[in-house]
């Protein structure tokens, strides 16, 4: 089960740091994706990360800005957010999967999305 925290309010060049927590002992097998779905638009991938950390990827909408990283110690990844814009408002999801590309498209386990808002 993958449960996402911290998204909120904040003004435009602001910062957030989402995370996304899991229960379970096989968590550091999965390779996790942070996912972004804005009002009328469609899901979209944002970040996706391996299963150790070492690789790491990210939508070109977002490179230099975000960065996402993941504890398997503590069975939570982050995406660290800054210099936020109004068009980051969206719904941000978590998803998890054994395939590094499932996990960055149609990856198999999904949290409920928490809102992310974006005032200017």
């Known amino acids: 089960q993958l449960v996402e925290s911290g998204g909120g309010l904040v003004l435009a060049r602001g910062s957030l740091r989402p995370s996304c927590g899991a229960s379970?002992?096989?968590?550091?097998?999965?390779?996790i994706g942070w996912f972004r779905q804005a009002p009328g638009g469609e899901r979209e991938s944002v970040a996706a990360?391996?299963?150790?950390?070492?690789?790491?990827s990210y939508a070109d909408s977002v490179k230099g800005r975000f960065t996402i990283s993941r504890d398997n110690a503590k069975n939570t990844v982050e995406l660290l957010m800054n210099s936020l814009k109004p068009e980051d408002t969206a719904v941000y999801y978590c998803?998890?999967?054994?395939?590094?590309?499932?996990?960055?498209?149609?990856?198999?386990?999904w949290g409920q999305g928490t809102q992310v808002t974006v005032s200017s």
């Open positions: 998803a998890a999967d054994e395939s590094y590309t499932r996990v960055r498209g149609r990856a198999g386990y």
């Open positions: 379970g002992r096989t968590f550091s097998s999965y390779h």
């Open positions: 990360i391996i299963w150790s950390g070492g690789i790491t």
